[in-house]
């Protein structure tokens, strides 16, 4: 609220005022909230968020080829590339993502977008070139392209309007701090349950966890909802002798808008045998669009309905460096693909996606 809005209390309020009712008014209320239990683990979020501390400018709600090149360059000097690869997903208060009410027959608008925004890198599709030039420019398999960076961009130009209006400034700084109090907090909490439970095998713990752990996912879903950092991704890896080609059915399809906004490949390794492409969408809540996107990999023939399965990534999870093998027994991925190509993806009410929605009304 800006100054000169506030209500002048002069005269009707002073340091003497009960406002909180009389003596007895307020020891009847302080026993009633003593009554009340907290849920063991309960950490509210206006105790994590209220030490928060902007140590950088907000970055892009969602990974842009302009928002990275210098930022991947340093990082990649201090870390191996699997912590690379696990740190970027590339692209304030009590925002909630906009949500899409788009139905299958409604026309979806499109906007163009900046034709600056991947102006000048070189690691990036330039709006000025043919996405073929593009990918004759930086050839994915060859390893002098490794010289443009760790990654290869690809944006839509023209993503849907309503999309491109949920693409807010991701308060990053302040979901890894306020997230990695909340990891602290849960183990904090399973040591102290495996020092009441000395001698018992760790798959009891685990299960005795298990309410800790799941209020533990809310909490980080709904921080990261918080801060606008509601990016994520699909993830597959094809092997070195076929990235070329399966780099190139993603380009053409993220740049001709059949994708998700943004698509990205790693480029080349010497101690990787396969590399990484990622296809994100804005809103990992957003269950349709994270659906769309992995329907448009199947019709590109690099997801089968029968075959091995790929999974999808929150960057939240991505930049508490929360991978496959945790300590906290949280699962990395929010969906796989088999799951949602057979519709069961909405059917698991008891998920933490679908326990975030119920709380947000979605």
């Known amino acids: 609220m800006s100054q000169g809005r506030f209500v002048d209390g002069d005269g009707w309020v002073s340091d003497e005022s009960e406002f909180y009712g009389d003596v007895k008014t307020r020891e009847s209320l302080q026993r009633e909230v003593l009554k009340r239990g907290k849920r063991p683990l309960e950490t509210p979020f206006s105790n994590v968020m209220a030490k928060k501390i902007k140590v950088e400018p907000p970055a892009t709600a969602c990974p842009s080829p302009a928002a990275t090149p210098e930022i991947k360059t340093r990082i990649q000097e201090i870390q191996p590339r699997s912590q690379i690869g696990a740190m970027q997903g590339g692209p304030g208060e009590h925002l909630v993502p906009a949500r899409s009410d788009l139905s299958d027959n409604e026309p979806i608008e499109l906007v163009a977008a900046d034709d600056d925004v991947d102006k000048n890198h070189s690691s990036a599709w330039q709006r000025t070139e043919s996405i073929i030039d ?22 839509n130009p023209r993503p849907p309007r309503h999309q491109t209006k949920q693409e807010r400034k991701a308060d990053v700084p302040t979901f890894k701090q306020g997230g990695a109090r909340l990891l602290e907090l849960f183990m904090e909490k399973r040591s102290s349950v495996e020092k009441a439970h000395e001698g ?98 199947v019709e590109l023939n690099l997801v089968s309905r029968a075959g091995s399965a790929i ?16 300590q906290y027994k949280i699962k990395a991925s929010l969906y796989g693909s088999a799951e949602m190509l057979k519709g069961e993806a909405e059917t698991k009410q008891g998920g933490p996606v679908m326990r975030l929605k119920r709380r947000m009304g979605r």
């Open 311 to 326: 999974y999808y990534k929150c960057d939240a999870y991505t930049y508490l460096h929360i991978k496959s093998e945790n």
């Open 200 to 297: 018992r095998l760790p798959g009891v713990i685990t299960r005795y966890m298990r309410p800790y752990r799941e209020q533990l996912e809310d909490d980080l879903l709904s921080l990261a909802v918080k801060t606008d950092t509601t990016c994520g991704k699909w993830m597959f890896f094809p092997s070195e002798a076929d990235v070329a080609r399966v780099w190139r059915l993603v380009a053409e399809a993220t740049s001709e808008g059949r994708l998700g906004h943004t698509s990205k490949v790693a480029t080349y390794q010497p101690s990787e045998t396969s590399r990484v492409i990622c296809v994100y969408t804005y809103d990992f809540a957003d269950t349709e669009d994270v659906r769309k996107v992995l329907n448009g990999l």
């Open 134 to 155: 593009f990918l004759r420019r930086a050839p994915v398999a060859d390893q002098a392209t490794a010289s443009l960076g760790p990654w290869l961009w690809v944006g």
